[in-house]
């Protein structure tokens, strides 16, 4: 939930906070403006400010209870617009306590819309995860399959090349050995010598 914090007083709706920045300026500018020690044009710039419901947020409202309080500080016991004051201040909690129950309501709706989101995008990762081990298994079998052929064939490949071709050789010589044995055997029973 976005909050906003206008003059130490934080806010749950951006449009009454803007609002409060807004009244906040004001109420720098009167300070500026009003001398407070002349109470004359205090209460009077004070019922102005009631009666034009200048000020709708609680950083005006604190600005006025600072007014009334100054004024009866200083003799001021005559405020008529003191009930004036207590509905704004009154229509003023009603409207940040209504939103905030509703703003909260909405935040709880968001976020479990994005828990359900998340549990979501999780089952589909542990499925694609799933899919993924039973596709490395394969590969594996398959390459241990595929040295087993390889080392117990009759082909020579790039494992085992050199092994079956000395095997060959070897077999090649040792009919060679065999064959000469056979024919000079031969040349000894015709009588041909070299």
Partial sequence: METFIVDNIVFYDRDLAMQAEKEWKKVKLLQEKLDEKNMANVAVMYRKAVEGNIFQTPVGMAYLLKLRELLQKNGYEDLAAEKQIACPLQSIQEKQDDPLEEKLQKRDAIWKSRLDVQREKEAGLQQRCRKLKGIVVMLAVL????????????????????????????????????????????????????
């Fill in 143 to 194: 390459v241990i399959a595929l040295f087993a052929i390889s080392m117990t064939g009759k082909n020579p490949t790039i494992i085992n090349y050199r092994s079956k071709i000395v095997d060959q050789y070897a077999s090649w010589e040792q009919d060679l050995k065999e064959r000469e044995a056979v024919v000079r055997e031969k040349e000894a029973q015709l009588g041909i010598a070299e």
